[in-house]
């Protein structure tokens, strides 16, 4: 019950800051005690989790024809090119890159 009111908050606002400590504070843990019971029960560390969803929410942004720098500010980052680089990072492409292989107009 503790991580289901983290993982919701996370889906509900990929924008915030998702610091360790913030998460820790929602489940009402210590952080260290947070990291560990999270990476147990979701197979990730936290960071990890918040990067994978805000990769999922700047999918779906981009294929309703979102650009880049909203899609950003959106999930989180301060700008597009810091969404390129997770996006280059996770899926090996750009998301200019992935657009196009998708072919979103």
């Known amino acids: 019950p503790q991580l289901s009111k983290v993982l919701l908050s996370i889906h509900e606002s990929p924008e915030r800051q998702w610091g360790l400590e913030a998460m820790a504070e ?37 294929q309703k024809n979102k650009n880049v720098a909203l899609t950003a500010n959106a999930v989180g980052y301060e700008n597009g090119s810091a969404l390129a680089r997770v996006f280059r990072k996770k899926l090996v492409i750009s998301p200019k890159e992935w657009i196009d292989k998708k072919g979103i107009v």
Request: charged share 20%.
């Open 26 to 62: 929602i489940a009402l843990m210590s952080r260290s005690k947070f990291a560990e019971l999270f990476k147990q029960t979701v197979g990730q560390s936290p960071g990890d989790y918040v990067i994978d969803w805000r990769t999922v929410v700047a999918k779906s942004l981009l």
